[in-house]
C-alpha cells in the first residue's frame, strides 16, 4: 500500500476518535466530574455518615441482585424468543416479531399501576375471575415487571445478532456434519451469539440498575429499597443540602457499581472482528423439523404476551376512558373527558415539542451509537463501550441535575434535554448496532480504507446494508424511550419548552389516574404512527434483501 | 439506504422545528418577566398566573414540578451560577426553611403578610396556600373518626400511609404526631404492627382506597375530593383531633429583592383577590374568611410545630425509619 | 435402479409458490461423480439441498442407499443422512479453529475430542493443511478456507459428497490446486459426489456424467464427450463450451474449436483473431454463420482477410428455431 493513499485515512481517523472522544467527553465525563466535584467539595465530611447509613447497604444489596436476577432471566427469554422467532414454519412469524417488542410500549410512568391495576388487589383478575396476585406488589412483582420490560430488549439485540452473524450456511454446515437441531444449537449458534448476548446482559443489567418508578411503585409498599429509591427521596427532602450531597455520592456509587460490572464484561466478552464473510448467502435456516411445533410456539408466544402486555394495556385503556378510579370499568362508567382533557393547545404543544425531541435525538443516538460500535473495535477506543454506559445508570433526576450544574449556564430548555437524552440512552442506540456489527469482512473494509475512506466512512459503504437492521432497531428503541422519559425533561425544561413530562407528572401527582392513563394510550397511538413507517421499510428492506438473497444464493 | 436518509432528514427538520418551539414565549407584552419556580400543582397556580399577568401586564415564566426535581433544579441552579427563580412557591414549610438556611430565599415579607395568621408564616415566607392530611375510607369500609382508629382490627391489613422521605407533607405529619401526647411514634408503631402499609406518596393512597386496594388510608384533602367527586367510591373523614395542616409558603428570592414585580406578585397570592382565586381554583387559602373547597363546618385541623420538626428533622426521619424502613 | 446410491423420482422442490427445481429424476451410482453444470438460477443449489435435506421436496422422492429419505410429508434431517457437503460460501465456524473444525464430525459421531481431533488432524495432512491446524478462518486466505471445508467433508466419512460451486470464490492458481486435492481424495475414499458448477471446463473434466440443468429441468444427461459431442440443443452446447453454429441446408450444425482447420476450399472472412498461448483462435465469417477456428500458433492473419477453412466433423443440432441468427459464442464463463 503506498504511503500516500494511507495517510489522509490515517489522519482521518484519528480525528474521528478524537471527535468522538470529544464528545463522549462532553456528554458524559464533564457531567459525572462535576457531580464528583460537588460530592467531594461539599460531601468529604459526610462520606462516613452517608455511606454507613443504615439500610444503605440493603440498598446496595437489593439493587445489584434486582440487577443479577432480571438479566438472568430476561436475556434467556430474549434468546429463546429471537431463536423461536427464527423458524420459518411459525404461523404469522411476522406479526409476532412486531408484538413480542409491546412491552415497551407501556411507558415507565404508568407501568407499576397498569401491572397493579391488572393484576393486584382489586385489580382486574381480582374482579373478574376472583383471582388476584397480591405478589405483585413486593420483590416477585418487581422481578417480573422489570423482566418483562426487559425482554424486549434481549430479544432485539438477540435477533439483530443472529440476523448479522448467524448465516444459514453455518448451520447447514453443522447439520451436514451430523449435528441435530440442539446441537447445532450448542456447538455454532450460541458461540456466534456471544456478543449479542453479552451486549443484550450489559444493557439490561445497566437498565435495571437505574430503574426508579418500578421499584417505587411496586416495591416501596412491601419495603423493598433501592439505591434510586433512596436516591430520590434524598432529593425530595433535598432542600436539606445534606440529602442533595447525599443523593449525589449515591448517584456516584451506582456508576461505580455499573463499572464494576460493565468494564470486565466489556473486556472479557467485548467484540472481535473474527470471521471473514465471503459470499452473502441467503434464505432461511434449515426447514427440515416437526410443522406442528409451530403451533406450540405461537400459543406460547400468545399466553406471555397476552400476560405481559395484554392485560396491564387492558387495564390502562379501561383507566383511561373510567369516569373514576374504583369505578368498575363497565359502559356506564364511561367517560372520554379524560381524553377531551387531552386536547387544548398546551398539551399539544407538549406532546409535539417531545415527539420533534425524540425523532431528533433518536437520530443523533443512531450515528452516535454507530461510530462508538465502530471505533471501540480499536484497541484504544475499546473503553468507549463501558464510557458510554455509564450516564445510563445515572438515574434521570441526577443526569439532569449533572447537566444542568455543567452548563447551566450556557444552555438551557430544549437544548439541555437534548443532550440529556443524549448522555443518557447513548449506550442504548450503541449495543444493538455493537452485537450486529461483528461481521465486517476485513478485506472489504480494508480495500476501502486503502482508497482513502476513514474508518465510519468504510463501514458506512461497506456494511450498512447488513446493518440497516440493527440500525433500525435502534433508532426505535431510542424514540421510544426518548418519548417516555418524563424525570430529566421535567427537570430541566424551561419557559415555553414544556414537554409531555410536564404534563404527565403534573397529572400524576393529582392522583388522578385517568388522564395519565388517556396520555399512555395517546403516546401509544402517536409511537405506533411514528414507528409503523420505519418498521415497514425495516421489513421491506429485510424481506427484499432476503428474498434477494434466497433465490440468488440457493439457485 | 432508505434508513441513512431518514436520519439526517429527520435530524435537520427536528431542528429546524426546536427554535420554533423554544421561540414560543419570546416576545413579551412588553412588561416585566419574573420567573417562578413551584411545586403547586397546574390546576392551581395555572389560573393565578393567568389572572395575574392580565392585571398586572408582568410575564411570569413558570417552571413547575414535584418537590423531589424542584430541589434537584434548584440545586442545579445554585452550582450553575445562581438561583435563575425570583420567586419560589412551596407545598411545604420544610423545604422553604431549607432555601431558606442556604440563604436562597427569603429576608422579605409582603406588606399584607400579617392578614395571614402567624401559624402560617415565618419571617421569610408567607403561606398561601394549606393541604390537609386526613383520612380516606372505602365506601364499605367504616369511618375512622379518630386516628387512633386506624390501629384497630376494622382495619387491619388495610391501611395504606404516605412516605415521609418522599412526601414533606407526611413528615409534617410525622412530626405532628411525634408531638402529640397519646401518640408519639408509637402511633406509627402500632399501625404498622396492624399491617398497614407506606406507598410513595399521598396521591397513591388516595388511588389505592379507590381501588379497593386498601381500607383505609391518609391523604391529602384534594386527592381525597376530587376522587370523589369523579365519582369514586370512597369517603372522607377529618378525624380527631384534627386533619393535619401543611401550609405552603412562598418567598421571593433574595438576589431579587427589590424587584416590585416579584413582590408584587408575592403580594398577590397573598391578597384576597389572590386567596379567593387560589380558593376557587381548588386549593385551601389561609387567609381567614376566604371560600375554599370543601371543608365540613367544624372540621378539626391541627397544626404542626414547624421551627421543632425543621430542627429535628433528621432525627425524626431516622427514627420513623426504624418503624417503616427506609 | 437398485444398485443406485442416490435416486431422485420426480423431484420438485418450491420455495413458497415459486418452483425452484422440477420434476427431476436422475441417478448417482457409487463412486460416481455426477456434475451438475448450470447457469446460476438453474436449480443446481436447490437439487443439492433436497439431497441434503435442507429443503422437504414439494412433490417427488428422493432415495439413498435403497432407503426413501425424503418426501413431502417426510424427511430424513441432513444428519441422519449419508451426505457430506462442501459449500460455495466455505460456510466455516468463526470460533473454531481449522482442526476443531474438522473434528467437529467426529465428535458428533460420538468421538471424544482427543481422538477426533486425531483423526482430523490426519485429514489435514492429507490434503497439506496440518500447519494451519491452530488457525481461524478469519487467519485463512480463501484457498485454505476452502480445503478445511473440503477436509470437514472428508472427515464425514460420507458416501455422497455434495460439492455446491465449491470453487466460485477461488482465484485461477488456487482452484486448480483444490481440484487436484478434491479428486485424489475422493477416489482415495471411493465415495460419489455431486458437483454443481456453472464452469463447463470443471464439469467436463472432473465428472463421469454431467447433468445440464436450466431453469429447473434437466435437459441432458451423458458422459462427458456426449454431451460435448453431441448437445441436445443450441442451448445446451453453449453451456458446454465454445460453439459455433452453421445454417447448412436447413439444418442447423454444431462445430467445436478444432472441428474445423484453416485450409481448404470452403472461404471465409476472418472477423476477429485472438492469440490464446498454445493456440489462436479465428472468427471467420461464411456464407453459413460464423464459424470459430482453432489454429496452433500465432495469429497468422488479421482482420478482413479472406482464408480457405475445410470442416472436419460437426454434430446436428435439433430444434432451436426460435433463434433466427446463428452466432458464436464463447460459452457461459
Known amino acids: 500500500m503506498p504511503r500516500l493513499a494511507s495517510r489522509p485515512a490515517d489522519v482521518g481517523q484519528r480525528f474521528e476518535v478524537a471527535a468522538l472522544v470529544a ?19 461539599e460531601g468529604a465530611s459526610q462520606y462516613g455518615a452517608v ?5 444503605l447497604g440493603e440498598a446496595v444489596r437489593t439493587s445489584l441482585l434486582l440487577g443479577v436476577v432480571v438479566t438472568a432471566v430476561a436475556v434467556p427469554l430474549g434468546m429463546v424468543t429471537a431463536l423461536a422467532l427464527r423458524q420459518p414454519q411459525l404461523p404469522g412469524r411476522g406479526f409476532w416479531r412486531v408484538a413480542v417488542l409491546l412491552p415497551v410500549l407501556v411507558p415507565e410512568f404508568v407501568l407499576g399501576y397498569s401491572w397493579q391495576q391488572a393484576y393486584g388487589r382489586a385489580g382486574f383478575t381480582d374482579t373478574l375471575l376472583g383471582v388476584p396476585f397480591p405478589g405483585v406488589v413486593g420483590p416477585v412483582g418487581v422481578v417480573v415487571v422489570l423482566v418483562v420490560n426487559a425482554v424486549p430488549i434481549a430479544y432485539l439485540l438477540t435477533a439483530v445478532g443472529l440476523a448479522a452473524r448467524a448465516e444459514p450456511d453455518l448451520e447447514r454446515a453443522a447439520r451436514a456434519s451430523g449435528a441435530g437441531s440442539l446441537a447445532v444449537l450448542r456447538t455454532v449458534i450460541l458461540p456466534l451469539l456471544r456478543p449479542s448476548l453479552a451486549a443484550a446482559s450489559v444493557l439490561v443489567f445497566v437498565v435495571t440498575l437505574a430503574s426508579f418508578a418500578v421499584p417505587q411503585v411496586l416495591g416501596a409498599p412491601a419495603g423493598v429499597d433501592t439505591v434510586t429509591t433512596r436516591i430520590y427521596a434524598d432529593l425530595s427532602l433535598g432542600a436539606h443540602p445534606n440529602s442533595f450531597v447525599e443523593a449525589v455520592t449515591l448517584a456516584l456509587l451506582l456508576v461505580l457499581l455499573a463499572v464494576v460490572v460493565v468494564a470486565p464484561a466489556d473486556a472479557v466478552l467485548g467484540p472481535r472482528l473474527r470471521s471473514v464473510r465471503v459470499a452473502d448467502s441467503g434464505g432461511s435456516p434449515v426447514a427440515v423439523g416437526r410443522r406442528s411445533g409451530g403451533g406450540w410456539v405461537a400459543l406460547g408466544l400468545g399466553s406471555y404476551l397476552l ?15 373510567t369516569r373514576a378510579v374504583g369505578l368498575p370499568p363497565a359502559p356506564d362508567n364511561w367517560t372520554g373527558d379524560h381524553f377531551s382533557q387531552l386536547l387544548d393547545q398546551r398539551t399539544f404543544e407538549a406532546i409535539g415539542r417531545s415527539v420533534g425531541l ?21 484497541r484504544a477506543g475499546r473503553s468507549l463501550a463501558t464510557l458510554v454506559t455509564l450516564t445510563l445508570v445515572l438515574p434521570g433526576s441526577t443526569l439532569a441535575v449533572a447537566l444542568l450544574i455543567a452548563y447551566g449556564r450556557w444552555l438551557s430548555g430544549l437544548w439541555l434535554i437534548l443532550l440529556a437524552y443524549l448522555a443518557k440512552l447513548w449506550a442504548f442506540a450503541h449495543r444493538p448496532i455493537s452485537g450486529a456489527l461483528d461481521r465486517l469482512p476485513p478485506g472489504e473494509l480494508h480495500a476501502a480504507r486503502a482508497s482513502g475512506a476513514t474508518a465510519v466512512t468504510a463501514a458506512r459503504t461497506v456494511a450498512l446494508r447488513p446493518l440497516a437492521p440493527a440500525l433500525v432497531a435502534a433508532w426505535l428503541v431510542c424514540f421510544v424511550t426518548a418519548l417516555h422519559e418524563v424525570t430529566m425533561s421535567a427537570l430541566l425544561y424551561g419557559p415555553g419548552s414544556e414537554t409531555l413530562a410536564v404534563v404527565v407528572l403534573n397529572s400524576q401527582e393529582l392522583g388522578r389516574i385517568g388522564p395519565t392513563a388517556a396520555l399512555s394510550v395517546l403516546l401509544t397511538g402517536l409511537m405506533a404512527a411514528a414507528a409503523a413507517p420505519l418498521w415497514l421499510a425495516f421489513r421491506r428492506l429485510g424481506a427484499a434483501s432476503s428474498s434477494d438473497r434466497e433465490l440468488a444464493g440457493v439457485r | 439506504m432508505r434508513t441513512q436518509r431518514i436520519a439526517p432528514g429527520a435530524a435537520v427538520l427536528g431542528l429546524l422545528l426546536l427554535p420554533v418551539a423554544c421561540g414560543d414565549d419570546g416576545g413579551s407584552s412588553g412588561g416585566e418577566t419574573i420567573t417562578l419556580y413551584t411545586c403547586v400543582s397546574d390546576t392551581t397556580v395555572e389560573p393565578v398566573i393567568d389572572a395575574f399577568e392580565v392585571s398586572t401586564g408582568t410575564q411570569v415564566d413558570l417552571f413547575r414540578a414535584p418537590t423531589g426535581e424542584l430541589n434537584a433544579r434548584i440545586a442545579g441552579d445554585v452550582r450553575s451560577g445562581g438561583l435563575r427563580a425570583d420567586v419560589v412557591w412551596g407545598c411545604d414549610p420544610l423545604t422553604l426553611q431549607g432555601y431558606v438556611d442556604q440563604g436562597l430565599v427569603g429576608g422579605w415579607a409582603p406588606a399584607n403578610a400579617a392578614d395571614v395568621p402567624e401559624r402560617f408564616r415565618t419571617d421569610d415566607y408567607v403561606g398561601v396556600a394549606v393541604l390537609y392530611l386526613l383520612a380516606v375510607h372505602g365506601d364499605d369500609v367504616q369511618p375512622p373518626q379518630e386516628w387512633s382508629d386506624l390501629t384497630g382490627p376494622e382495619y387491619a391489613d388495610g391501611v395504606a400511609l404516605p412516605d415521609p422521605a418522599f412526601a414533606a407533607s407526611a413528615l409534617g405529619a410525622v412530626g405532628y404526631f411525634e408531638g402529640q401526647s397519646g401518640y408519639g411514634l408509637d402511633f406509627f408503631a ?45 369517603g372522607i373523614v377529618w378525624p380527631r383531633p384534627g386533619a393535619v395542616a401543611i401550609y405552603g409558603p412562598v418567598a421571593l428570592a433574595t438576589d431579587s429583592e427589590g424587584s416590585a414585580p416579584a413582590e408584587e406578585f408575592i403580594t398577590y397570592l397573598v391578597s384576597e383577590k389572590g386567596q379567593r382565586l387560589i380558593g376557587e381554583v381548588g386549593s385551601y387559602p389561609t387567609l381567614p374568611g376566604v371560600p375554599g373547597p370543601t371543608r365540613p363546618e367544624d372540621a378539626p385541623v391541627v397544626y404542626p410545630d414547624w421551627p421543632a420538626i425543621t430542627a429535628g428533622q433528621e432525627d425524626l426521619l431516622a427514627d420513623y425509619q426504624q418503624i417503616f424502613g427506609g | 435402479m437398485s444398485g443406485d446410491l442416490l435416486e431422485l423420482r420426480h423431484l420438485r422442490v418450491a420455495y413458497g409458490s415459486v ?24 436449480g443446481k443449489s436447490t437439487l443439492l439441498h433436497a439431497v441434503a435435506g435442507f429443503q422437504p421436496p414439494a412433490e417427488g422422492e428422493v432415495w439413498l442407499h435403497g432407503h426413501r429419505v425424503a418426501a413431502p410429508d417426510r424427511a430424513e434431517p441432513p444428519e441422519r443422512r449419508d451426505v457430506a457437503v ?21 465428535r458428533r459421531r460420538g468421538f471424544d475430542r482427543a481422538s477426533a481431533r486425531r483423526q482430523a488432524l490426519g485429514i489435514l495432512e492429507r490434503l497439506h493443511i496440518d500447519h494451519l491446524a491452530r488457525r481461524r478462518p478469519a487467519e485463512l486466505s480463501g484457498g485454505e478456507q476452502q480445503r478445511v471445508g473440503l477436509a470437514r467433508a472428508l472427515a464425514r466419512e460420507a458416501s455422497l459428497f455434495l460439492f455446491d460451486e465449491p470453487t466460485a470464490h477461488l482465484d485461477t492458481h488456487v482452484r486448480s490446486v483444490f481440484l487436484a486435492e478434491l479428486d485424489a481424495r475422493r477416489r482415495a475414499s471411493g465415495a460419489a459426489a455431486i458437483y454443481a458448477t456453472h464452469d463447463a471446463e470443471e464439469a467436463l473434466g472432473l465428472a463421469d456424467r454431467v447433468a445440464l440443468l436450466d431453469a429447473g429441468r434437466v435437459v441432458q444427461v451423458g458422459t462427458p464427450a456426449e454431451v460435448y459431442d453431441q448437445p441436445v440443443d443450441r442451448w445446451a452446447a453453449r453451456l458446454t463450451g465454445i460453439a459455433s453454429v452453421l445454417s447448412q441446408d436447413g439444418r442447423r450444425l454444431l462445430v467445436r474449436p478444432g472441428w474445423a482447420r484453416l485450409g481448404g476450399d470452403r472461404d471465409g472472412t476472418v472477423r476477429a483473431a485472438w492469440f ?22 500465432r495469429p497468422r492473419h488479421g482482420i478482413g482477410d479472406r482464408v480457405g477453412w475445410s470442416l472436419d466433423h460437426s454434430w446436428d443440432l435439433a430444434g432451436d428455431d426460435a433463434l433466427d441468427q446463428p452466432s458464436t459464442s464463447a460459452g457461459p464463463d
Not at chain 2, 207 to 233: E, F, H, R
Not at chain 3, 21 to 28: I, S
Not at chain 3, 90 to 96: I, T, V
Request: proline share 6%.
Open chain 1, 358 to 378: 425524540a425523532v431528533v435525538a433518536a437520530s443523533l443516538l443512531t450515528v452516535l451509537g454507530a461510530a462508538v460500535a465502530v471505533l471501540e473495535r480499536r
Open chain 2, 190 to 234: 402500632d399501625l404498622e404492627g396492624n399491617g398497614a402499609v407506606q406507598v410513595a406518596s399521598p396521591d397513591e393512597v388516595a388511588t389505592g382506597v379507590a381501588q379497593g386496594a386498601y381500607k383505609a388510608g391518609i391523604t391529602i384533602a384534594n386527592s381525597a375530593y376530587a376522587l370523589q367527586g369523579d365519582g369514586s367510591p370512597i
Open chain 3, 86 to 106: 462442501v459449500f460455495q460460501s466455505y460456510a466455516l465456524w468463526p470460533h473454531l479453529s481449522a482442526l476443531d473444525t474438522v473434528a467437529y464430525p467426529a
Open chain 1, 51 to 55: 455511606l454507613t447509613a443504615p439500610g
Open chain 1, 307 to 321: 400476560v405481559a402486555v395484554g392485560v396491564p394495556l387492558l387495564a390502562l385503556a379501561g383507566a383511561s376512558v
Open chain 1, 23 to 41: 464528545v463522549a467527553a462532553l456528554l458524559v465525563l464533564v457531567p459525572i466530574l462535576r457531580l464528583v466535584e460537588t460530592a467531594v467539595d
Open chain 3, 276 to 297: 490464446r498461448g498454445p493456440h489462436s483462435d479465428y472468427t471467420v465469417e461464411t456464407t453459413h454463420g460464423e464459424v470459430l477456428i482453432r489454429a496452433s500458433g
Open chain 3, 19 to 42: 418452483v425452484a427445481l422440477g420434476p427431476v429424476d436422475l441417478t448417482v451410482a457409487p463412486g460416481e461423480v455426477l456434475a451438475l453444470l448450470g447457469p446460476s438460477g438453474s
